[in-house]
C-alpha cells in the first residue's frame, strides 16, 4: 500500500518536471504589475507646477493603519503651493505601517493622492521607510515653475483647477476677501 502511495507522490513531481518554468529572474526581469496595482503613493501637480494636495487631511482620517500624517497650514497671496486656501505643509507616509488598501485615494477630494504601479520599497533603515512630501510629489510638468506662486501669477494663467462651468472664476485670497467684504458690507447698508 505505502508503495502505491510513494508512487502517486512521484506521478505529481514527474508532471510539473515536464512543464515549462515560470520562474521571473528578478531583478533582471521585472515582471509587469496589473494596471490598478497598488504600490508607491504619489502627490499630483496641476499642469501649471501647484500641488493639487489641498491639505485637507482626509486621507489621514481614512487610513486604517494610521500611516499618513498631513500637517495643513494656509495659502497667503504671496506664497501659493496651491489652488485651494490651505496646502499641505508637512505630509508623510509610513510605509513600515501601510496596508496598500488604497482608502486614502477614495478620501481625497481633489485626486492629489494617486498610487503607481512601484513596488520596491525595501530598504536597510526605518528612517528610509517613512516617505516625505519631497520624496512623493510628482515630477514639475514640463515649463511649470515650482510653487511657491504669487495670487497674481496664480490668477494671469486663468486656468480653472476645479473644472465646472468654463466661465467660473478662480479667485485669489485677496480677491476672496474683498468679495466678501463688499457682500458683508451691502448687507448692512
Given at each position: 500500500m505505502a508503495v502505491v502511495e510513494i508512487l502517486k507522490g512521484l506521478m505529481v513531481t514527474a508532471k510539473h518536471i515536464l512543464k515549462p518554468k515560470v520562474t521571473t529572474q528578478y531583478p533582471e526581469e521585472r515582471k509587469p504589475t496589473a494596471p490598478r496595482f497598488h504600490g508607491r503613493h504619489v502627490l499630483n501637480r496641476?499642469?501649471?507646477?501647484?500641488?493639487k494636495c489641498i491639505g485637507c487631511e482626509l486621507c489621514?482620517?481614512?487610513?486604517?493603519?494610521?500611516?499618513?500624517?498631513?500637517?495643513?497650514?494656509?495659502n497667503t497671496p504671496e506664497a501659493r503651493y496651491s489652488?485651494?486656501?490651505?496646502?499641505?505643509?508637512?505630509?508623510?507616509?509610513?510605509?513600515?505601517?501601510?496596508?496598500?488598501c488604497g482608502l486614502?485615494?477614495?478620501a481625497c477630494p481633489t485626486r492629489a493622492l494617486t498610487m503607481s504601479n512601484a513596488y520596491e520599497?525595501?530598504?536597510d533603515s526605518r528612517e528610509e521607510l517613512i516617505f516625505t512630501k519631497e520624496m512623493l510629489l510628482a515630477s514639475l510638468p514640463e515649463g511649470a515653475t515650482?510653487?511657491?506662486?504669487?495670487?497674481d501669477e496664480v490668477t494671469a494663467r486663468?486656468?480653472?483647477?476645479?473644472?465646472?462651468?468654463?466661465?467660473?472664476?478662480?479667485?485669489?485670497?485677496?480677491?476672496?476677501?474683498?468679495?466678501?467684504?463688499e457682500s458683508s458690507h451691502n448687507q448692512h447698508h
Open positions: 496641476y499642469q501649471d507646477g501647484l500641488e489621514a482620517w481614512a487610513c486604517p493603519a494610521d500611516a499618513i500624517y498631513v500637517q495643513g497650514a494656509e489652488p485651494g486656501e490651505r496646502y499641505a505643509s508637512d505630509y508623510q507616509i509610513n510605509y513600515l505601517r501601510c496596508i496598500f486614502c485615494l477614495e520599497l525595501a530598504d515650482a510653487p511657491p506662486h504669487t495670487d486663468g486656468i480653472n483647477y476645479y473644472g465646472g462651468f468654463a466661465g467660473t472664476p478662480v479667485l485669489t485670497s485677496a480677491q476672496r476677501a474683498e468679495q466678501e467684504e
